[in-house]
T-cell receptor, first 114, second 117 residues
Framework: AQKVTQAQTEISVVEKEDVTLDCVYETRDTTYYLFWYKQPPSGELVFLIRRNSFDEQNEISGRYSWNFQKSTSSFNFTITASQVVDSAVYFC???????????WGAGTKLIIKP | ETGVTQSPTHLIKTRGQQVTLRCSSQSGHNTVSWYQQALGQGPQFIFQYYREEENGRGNFPPRFSGLQFPNYSSELNVNALELDDSALYLC????????????????FGNGTRLTVT
């Protein structure tokens, strides 16, 4: 069975601090896809990144970076120099097929204080 | 580019009633997926529709059913509502070719907040 664990229920940091959100996944499939989504209070899920299991390169997009490590089944997300607008619930998700029928973690609520 | 739109935004129903939620997919997308998100939890996959047919289903009972129309819009129907059905229902669209997702992420709507009393 597949599972995604986001152990951090809530994180609170002061603006400009760096923060890392953890994601650990479980699957026996060799081909799979990992995602991060952001959910602001409005409720809409905003796509941040997709990574397939054959691409272990870390990715950086502005202040956001992702560290994918198959050896530890982790796909962690770091925000550098956090801003108040980064406050949201962040979800990590897994799909073991090409249909993107996603299995989601419970989410991490990130609070950035001014 | 028109995004994913869902209606209604909020809905209050009584236990035992039936409800229909609607979703218009993003232009150019042909696949719709529905998710249920209970308060404080991650979304749970309900089902996916592709070419007007169900293309995968999560662990939800048959009283959760859906439709996809030729214009790729979709409906989620829930019969015999239970209190535990209270949740945010999210619709996501994407583009599939054959049975494979094209290189595009799922695009989500703002959801319908359903309250069952």
């Amino acid at each position: 069975a597949q599972k995604v664990t986001q152990a951090q229920t809530e994180i609170s940091v002061v603006e400009k601090e760096d923060v890392t959100l953890d994601c650990v996944y479980e699957t026996r499939d060799t081909t799979y896809y990992l995602f991060w989504y952001k959910q602001p209070p409005s409720g809409e899920l905003v796509f941040l990144i997709r990574r397939n299991s054959f691409d272990e390169q870390n990715e950086i997009s502005g202040r956001y970076s992702w560290n994918f490590q198959k050896s530890t089944s982790s796909f962690n997300f770091t925000i550098t120099a956090s801003q108040v607008v980064d406050s949201a619930v962040y979800f990590c998700a897994l799909s073991v097929d090409s249909n993107y029928q996603l299995i989601w973690g419970a989410g991490t609520k990130l609070i950035i204080k001014p | 580019e028109t995004g994913v739109t869902q209606s209604p935004t909020h809905l209050i129903k009584t236990r035992g009633q039936q409800v229909t939620l609607r979703c218009s997919s993003q232009s150019g997308h042909n696949t719709v997926s529905w998710y249920q998100q209970a308060l404080g939890q991650g979304p749970q996959f309900i089902f996916q529709y592709y070419r007007e047919e169900e293309n995968g289903r999560g662990n939800f009972p048959p009283r959760f059913s859906g439709l996809q129309f030729p214009n790729y819009s979709s409906e989620l129907n829930v019969n015999a509502l239970e209190l535990d059905d209270s949740a945010l229902y999210l619709c996501a669209s994407s583009l599939m070719a054959g049975s494979i997702q094209r290189d595009s992420p799922l695009h989500f709507g703002n959801g319908t907040r359903l309250t069952v009393t």
